[in-house]
Structure formats: C-alpha cells, structure tokens
C-alpha cells in the first residue's frame, strides 16, 4: 500500500506543471509555450474578441519573452505568434472585412498603401474559408525569413507575406492606438 500511494504522489508531482501549463479562456485552452521553428515562444496573453455583446473570438498572442507595452512587441524582432479561436461561426468575408477595417483604423494612407498588395493577400487567404465554424483556430504566425503565415486548424492558407514589418503592421489590428477591442488589447499585453 505504501509503495502504491508513493507512486501516486510521484505521479502527481510529475504531472503538477503539465496541469496548470495552459490557460483557459470562455472554454478554450490556450497553451504555455508554442513552438515555431526551433524557437519556443512564451504565452504573453490572452483575451476575448466581443462586439456589442457578443463573443466573437478568444485570442492568444506568444513571443520570444513577455512584454507589456504594444510598441515593444510591435518591435520586437523574430517569431511571434496569435492564436485565434471562433467563439461563433462567421464568414470567411465576414472575418476578413473586420480585419481589414481594423488595419485601417490603425495605420495612415501611406501605410494602407505600402501594404496593399500584402493585405489583398490576407483578405484573399481569408475570403476562401467559407464559412469558419466555431472552435476552429486560426494562427497569423512571423516566420523569421519565410514571413508572416495565415494557418487554419494547422493548414496554411495562402503564401506566406515577406517582411517582419507586415506583421508587426498587422498586430495593430489588436494592440494599435484603436484596437478592434480594448480589452482584448490589454489581455494580450498580459493585463487581465
């Protein structure tokens, strides 16, 4: 019996920090760490997309290291990673004309146009999902030298969108001077 509840106690002091390596947001789970390439990158935050009143996405944004401030991350060089989970079923066009709209909101004429061809690249990646169904996960992933990837329920979408700076233009969507959600903003800056 002693040698049983040993195991037991081993067992649950092995699992102890798998169980609370990951959060959970309006039931979905977001993990500690992601994985691109052969970089880890840390959970910064996390946070909920709601319009009116209601939930429209839960996000995640990884990094390199954490950070609080929304020009540092938008500066920060190397691999970054948001993580967004459907809380509801929308349109491919649906999700795409909020992104869009978000860009705008964020970034001068000048920046609308030297990114034209790059955002036409994201609303057409976006555009060809159909309907997107609740639960399904979308990343927008920087790739040092390969660039900014569009992944849906794993799969790429689209070709990847050359240059750092896109992607780091693209986080304005979120962590911009007028976020699609405020809240939002703050939680993926590591505020609750």
Request: proline share 4%; glycine share 10%.
């Amino acid at each position: 019996m002693n040698s049983w509840i040993r195991s037991l106690a081993l067992g649950l002091a092995l699992a102890a920090p798998f169980a609370w390596s990951a959060v959970e947001v309006k039931g979905v789970r977001f993990e500690d760490t992601r994985q691109i390439g052969t970089q880890t990158l840390q959970r910064n935050g996390t946070g909920v997309r709601v319009k009116l009143v209601f939930d429209v996405y839960a996000a995640s944004l990884y990094l390199p290291r954490k950070e609080t401030s929304a020009a540092a991350v938008m500066s920060m060089p190397g691999p970054k990673s948001l993580q967004i989970v459907l809380l509801r079923e929308l349109s491919g066009e649906e999700f795409a004309d909020a992104m869009m709209t978000g860009f705008r909101q964020n970034h001068s004429e000048a920046d609308q146009a030297r990114y034209k061809t790059r955002l036409e690249e994201v609303r057409s990646a976006m555009m060809a999902f159909g309907k997107v169904r609740k639960g399904t996960v979308v990343h927008f992933e920087l790739v040092p030298g390969v660039g900014t990837q569009l992944l849906v329920n794993g799969e790429r979408k689209g070709n990847p969108m050359p240059g750092e700076d896109f992607y780091n233009a693209m986080l304005g969507i979120w962590l911009g001077d007028q976020p699609v959600d405020k809240s939002l903003k703050a939680g993926l800056l590591g505020g609750s």
